[in-house]
């Protein structure tokens, strides 16, 4: 059985092919020009990658905010239960995971079989999103992939007191001007993300084993502060951790066939 | 007697020097790295306007983000009682002031003398407020005057489904991409701003007569949104500039102290 699972985020379009249950090839694609060409782009280098013709692929599941950018058949899947069961797949012992997207956090308690029991979700503001890194990454002139290992080189973290991302922002030049180091600042910057998934988290109740998804997971700082503040342990899947969603998608979708 | 009030808000410095009861001069500025900088520079300009020097000035009170830190004001007041001191004496009917600046939104219930009796005020979120605008201006590629101007055009204005001020610009980014009318959009975000000012005012409740002070107040088309989602009319105050109100008030504020 060969799946494809798309989960088109507001930041990256992530593509995956599973082949007989097991991954086949991937791509994570930002989105920075027309989403549906970026998808499509995504999908020809996932198909090039694997060897897979379009034709071959049995089913498609689709999640996220822009499957309506996907041009050919697929069904669409709810992002909950695709990251419940992309979590279970990739790491079996997880009962609740975090997934910090490009601009909306989720915190889902799993079961056993990879079932979403509850959920919390922050999609309404885009504070200690991966929006509010990116911004904070270009008004510093760092690569948002470097923002995690220069925090933990920092010496004194700053105090990052806004919630909104966009005053957070303003309060990150503030400290520039001050004469703070980057690296100290950066560290504030994730704490702050860190603290904040925090509270969504513990407005769930957080059940081990706790696993972090989504772009963000990345950042081993907001990772760090996030196991800080909430005391438990925070795992990171081994494969990528931005694809969880889109593996989830493909694990929808057969699910549909074999009904 | 000479009385001076200065503003020192996140985005811009104001200053307004009265002669008994009649405004001398006044100046407003962008806002310098540090707030004692700012308020110096607009406080000269506004003496310098006046032909006047600092030791003119008999009693000068300091309100806003930085009132705490200016060096040659004789005393400080909370800009919540300073908009609605200053929207008071220019428009004596006025009940309700809605101040509109660059990182807060705030409504202020006034009696008939111009006391503050409660307000209600966002300064957690950056939606409903003139960084909003401005950031919408930039990304729909035009100057943060021209927002205004260009929403009136509009004959059908977008629905933007977002509060947050980051994910309506994530939001208006798509809408562009889809090929939407810039006036449209314009529109749409005036109509956001108006809905999320109206959350801010209700909890004070409004009362008439109404004015809007601040940066925000020259946006007409925000201005006309807000008349429409509270229900009300909106009084400008003509020749004075709304965004002088508060430093206004601050010099209202330094008669009475002095």
């Given at each position: 059985?060969?799946?494809?699972?798309?989960?088109?985020?507001?930041?990256?379009?992530?593509?995956?092919?599973?082949?007989?249950?097991?991954?086949?090839?991937?791509?994570?694609?930002?989105?920075?020009?027309?989403?549906d060409?970026?998808?499509?782009?995504?999908?020809?280098?996932?198909?090039?990658?694997?060897?897979?013709?379009?034709?071959?692929?049995?089913?498609?599941g689709?999640?996220?905010?822009?499957?309506?950018?996907?041009?050919?058949?697929?069904?669409?899947?709810?992002?909950?239960?695709?990251?419940?069961?992309?979590?279970?797949?990739?790491?079996?012992?997880?009962?609740?995971?975090?997934?910090?997207?490009?601009?909306?956090?989720?915190?889902?308690?799993?079961?056993?079989?990879?079932?979403?029991?509850?959920?919390?979700?922050?999609?309404?503001?885009?504070?200690?999103?991966?929006?509010?890194?990116?911004?904070?990454?270009?008004?510093?002139?760092l690569?948002?992939?470097?923002?995690?290992?220069?925090?933990?080189?920092?010496?004194?973290r700053?105090?990052?007191?806004?919630?909104c991302?966009?005053?957070?922002?303003s309060?990150?030049?503030?400290?520039?001007?001050?004469g703070?180091?980057?690296?100290?600042?950066?560290?504030?910057?994730?704490?702050?993300?860190?603290?904040?998934?925090?509270?969504?988290?513990?407005?769930?109740?957080?059940?081990?084993?706790?696993?972090?998804?989504?772009?963000?997971?990345?950042?081993?700082?907001?990772?760090?502060?996030?196991?800080?503040n909430?005391?438990?342990?925070?795992?990171?899947?081994?494969?990528?951790?931005q694809?969880?969603?889109?593996?989830?998608?493909?694990?929808?979708?057969?699910?549909?066939?074999?009904? | 007697?000479?009385?001076?009030?200065?503003?020192?808000?996140?985005?811009?410095?104001?200053?307004?020097?009265?002669?008994?009861?009649?405004?001398?001069?006044?100046?407003?500025?962008?806002?310098r790295?540090?707030?004692?900088?700012?308020?110096?520079?607009?406080?000269?300009?506004?003496?310098?306007?006046?032909?006047l020097?600092?030791?003119?000035?008999?009693?000068?009170?300091?309100?806003?983000?930085?009132?705490?830190?200016?060096?040659?004001?004789?005393?400080?007041?909370?800009?919540?009682?300073?908009?609605?001191?200053?929207?008071h004496?220019?428009?004596?009917?006025?009940?309700?002031?809605?101040?509109?600046?660059?990182?807060?939104c705030?409504?202020?219930?006034?009696?008939?003398?111009?006391?503050?009796?409660n307000?209600?005020?966002?300064?957690?979120?950056?939606?409903g407020?003139?960084?909003?605008?401005?950031?919408m201006?930039?990304?729909?590629?035009?100057?943060?005057?021209?927002?205004?101007?260009?929403?009136?055009?509009?004959?059908?204005?977008?629905?933007?489904i977002?509060?947050?001020?980051?994910?309506?610009?994530?939001?208006?980014?798509?809408?562009?991409?889809?090929?939407?009318?810039?006036?449209?959009?314009?529109?749409?975000?005036?109509?956001?701003?108006?809905?999320?000012?109206?959350?801010?005012?209700?909890?004070?409740?409004?009362?008439?007569?109404?004015a809007?002070?601040?940066?925000?107040?020259?946006?007409?088309?925000?201005?006309?949104?807000?008349?429409?989602?509270?229900?009300?009319?909106i009084?400008?105050?003509?020749?004075?500039?709304?965004?002088?109100?508060?430093?206004?008030?601050?010099?209202?504020?330094?008669?009475?102290?002095?």
């Amino acid at each position: 059985m060969i799946g494809m699972g798309c989960d088109v985020g507001t930041s990256a379009t992530k593509i995956i092919i599973m082949k007989d249950g097991t991954m086949a090839g991937y791509d994570i694609t930002p989105i920075k020009d027309r989403p549906d060409q970026v998808v499509e782009k995504s999908i020809n280098k996932v198909l090039s990658k694997t060897g897979i013709s379009l034709s071959d692929i049995e089913c498609c599941g689709a999640t996220g905010w822009g499957t309506k950018f996907l041009s050919f058949d697929h069904t669409e899947e709810n992002l909950i239960k695709c990251l419940s069961k992309g979590v279970h797949w990739a790491v079996p012992t997880a009962r609740t995971v975090i997934d910090i997207g490009g601009l909306s956090s989720t915190a889902i308690n799993v079961n056993e079989k990879g079932k979403s029991m509850e959920y919390r979700i922050n999609d309404k503001c885009a504070s200690g999103s991966g929006r509010f890194l990116e911004m904070v990454a270009g008004a510093l002139e760092l690569k948002v992939e470097d923002m995690g290992s220069l925090s933990l080189s920092a010496k004194e973290r700053v105090h990052i007191t806004s919630q909104c991302a966009v005053f957070g922002e303003s309060e990150v030049i503030a400290h520039v001007n001050a004469g703070r180091e980057v690296a100290d600042i950066v560290a504030g910057v994730t704490y702050s993300v860190g603290l904040g998934l925090s509270t969504l988290i513990k407005r769930l109740g957080v059940q081990k084993d706790c696993v972090t998804t989504g772009g963000v997971a990345k950042n081993v700082a907001v990772v760090k502060a996030l196991e800080e503040n909430i005391g438990v342990e925070v795992k990171v899947p081994h494969l990528d951790p931005q694809i969880i969603g889109a593996i989830g998608a493909a694990l929808c979708a057969q699910e549909r066939l074999k009904v | 007697m000479i009385f001076a009030g200065c503003d020192v808000g996140s985005l811009t410095a104001k200053a307004v020097i009265m002669e008994e009861d009649s405004i001398v001069s006044s100046s407003l500025i962008r806002v310098r790295p540090r707030p004692e900088q700012s308020a110096k520079e607009a406080m000269d300009i506004a003496l310098s306007k006046a032909e006047l020097s600092l030791e003119d000035i008999n009693y000068c009170v300091s309100t806003g983000y930085g009132r705490e830190m200016i060096p040659f004001a004789n005393s400080n007041i909370s800009e919540l009682s300073c908009h609605g001191r200053g929207a008071h004496w220019v428009i004596p009917s006025i009940r309700t002031v809605i101040d509109i600046g660059g990182q807060d939104c705030k409504a202020i219930r006034v009696d008939e003398r111009g006391n503050m009796l409660n307000f209600a005020m966002n300064d957690k979120c950056s939606a409903g407020t003139g960084r909003f605008l401005e950031i919408m201006a930039k990304t729909l590629g035009v100057d943060l005057d021209k927002l205004g101007p260009l929403a009136v055009t509009s004959k059908t204005p977008v629905d933007v489904i977002n509060v947050c001020s980051v994910f309506i610009q994530f939001e208006v980014m798509c809408m562009i991409s889809e090929g939407k009318n810039r006036s449209d959009m314009a529109a749409g975000i005036a109509r956001a701003m108006a809905d999320r000012l109206n959350t801010i005012v209700k909890k004070v409740g409004v009362e008439e007569d109404v004015a809007v002070t601040g940066g925000v107040a020259k946006n007409v088309a925000v201005v006309n949104n807000l008349k429409e989602v509270l229900g009300v009319e909106i009084l400008e105050f003509k020749e004075i500039d709304p965004q002088i109100i508060g430093a206004l008030g601050a010099a209202l504020f330094a008669k009475e102290r002095s």
